[in-house]
């Protein structure tokens, strides 16, 4: 297949099997991709004739963003390759994997999810080399390392799960006009946050604003805060016991990361419409203020996706922009990256299948990606200059960076726990009530 490479795209379109291999996106061998790991994968691939099912959660744009990528897959590896989704993935694949019909290939966002299908016995193992290819590729790699391993159906824990696609939370959104024109600087540590934070307030302004309201699901903000915070008060290996319930909500740890965020949140100098707004306040609304004249506030912390609620017209980098939620110096805990994504996993063995999770060991697999929209990854190898934007590029650096990355905590917690007492007992405490009355109430709802 290399002198298909070589003779470009439009041979390979003509030459390449599959559904996806005549819509390539960007011609083989033009632009600054990683062309070259490209060709190794195809001269070291030839399954020509073999099917691949694969399974995952993008549908609409994203499913025309996924198979993008898959194209290249195809014509390098000659495997057919049929991707699905279902608006209700989660059962389905759980349906599925019990009747007997799973999919080749998942890719599914819930770490929780997988952990329980690999101790069914329903999923396959990577194996220990790409356990090390992630701890010695992705930033932060033996996180993403652990957030793939699970124990299988033997008890004995092994990786299956192998990270691609990844959302960051851990960041601060400002107005750079707002900024400069307050003379204000964008802090690097927790202890400069925490100073800007009173500054702002003896300027005579107001540094926050936040928002918990989410009709049925009101809370959740503050979960994320707290997962940060926990990232930035204490190690990772107490955010694991945590999140696995090995220490309660009632420990000092969660204690002291719950009253950091009242630090912010429970303050009425700090917060846009006082600390009793903060509960009240959707989510969606709650950054406006940083847009509007005079600005209500000058820092929003919240996760990627927040843009679509700004302001129609806002552009990312000149009206807008974000800077990393950052850890404390005096601390010494890294740079801890709060975030989530998706992980793809075997549930049928075959050569095609093995052969996927090889291809997205290739800097090509994420590059044809990142070079569209709304895809960063940690992979430390891609040419962060091919990102589809400035922002997205921005986010793939912090991930690339960071010395310990952690799922979104509440994610991994049972869902009346994660979706239930954790989000209300966050709106009780930014009510008025204690953490540690807060703690006790949620603790007591774990299931036994």
Request: glycine letters at 10%; aromatic letters at 14%.
């Amino acid at each position: 297949m290399t002198a298909r490479l070589l003779a470009g795209s439009a041979l390979i379109a003509l030459t390449a099997g599959g559904a996806f291999a005549q819509d390539f996106k960007f011609p083989v061998g033009e632009g600054a991709f990683n062309w070259d790991s490209y060709k190794a994968f195809d001269e070291a691939t030839n399954l020509e004739g073999q099917k691949l099912t694969i399974f995952g959660p993008w549908r609409g744009e994203d499913q025309v963003l996924v198979e993008s990528m898959l194209a290249y897959f195809e014509a390098a590896s000659g495997v057919d390759v049929s991707y699905s989704s279902s608006e209700g993935y989660e059962q389905q694949i759980i349906i599925d994997a019990e009747a007997g019909s799973p999919p080749d290939v998942a890719v599914l966002p819930q770490p929780g999810l997988i952990g329980d299908l690999a101790a069914k016995g329903f999923v396959v193992p990577l194996g220990d080399e790409t356990k090390t290819w992630l701890t010695d590729n992705y930033g932060a790699g033996a996180s993403w390392a652990a957030l793939g391993t699970y124990k299988g159906k033997d008890g004995a824990e092994a990786l299956y799960a192998f990270p691609y696609k990844a959302d960051v939370k851990s960041l601060v959104w400002y107005s750079p006009d707002n900024f400069a024109d307050a003379g204000y600087e964008v802090p690097t540590t927790m202890e400069e946050l925490k100073a800007l934070t009173d500054k702002i307030v003896a300027d005579g302004g107001t540094p926050w604003c936040i928002g918990l309201g989410s009709g049925g699901a009101t809370g959740w903000p503050a979960t994320d805060w707290v997962e940060d915070l926990m990232l930035r008060t204490q190690s990772p290996e107490t955010y694991d016991k945590w999140v696995k319930h090995e220490i309660g909500f009632s420990d000092p740890a969660v204690i002291e990361a719950i009253n950091e965020f009242g630090w912010f949140a429970r303050n009425d100098a700090y917060v846009a419409g006082g600390a009793a707004a903060v509960a009240s306040t959707d989510f969606r609304d709650s950054p406006k203020g940083l847009f509007s004249s005079p600005p209500q506030c000058y820092m929003h912390r919240q996760a990627s996706f927040i843009p679509s609620f700004f302001p129609e017209g806002t552009e990312l980098g000149t009206d807008a922009d974000f800077f990393y939620f950052p850890a404390y110096a005096e601390k010494d805990l890294g740079q801890p990256v709060l975030g989530a994504g998706t992980l793809a996993f075997i549930m049928k063995d075959s050569d095609a299948a093995r052969a996927f999770i090889e291809w997205l060991k290739t800097p090509i697999a994420h590059e044809v990606w990142m070079a569209q929209t709304g895809f960063v990854t940690p992979f430390k190898a891609v040419n962060t200059e091919l990102y589809g934007s400035a922002a997205l590029k921005k986010q793939g650096e912090i991930l690339a960076n960071a010395t310990t990355f952690r799922f979104d905590g509440s994610d991994l917690m049972p869902g009346a726990v994660g979706a239930g007492t954790f989000w209300t007992g966050m709106v009780d405490y930014s009510g008025g009530k204690s953490a540690e009355e807060v703690a006790a109430t949620i603790d007591a709802s774990w299931p036994k």
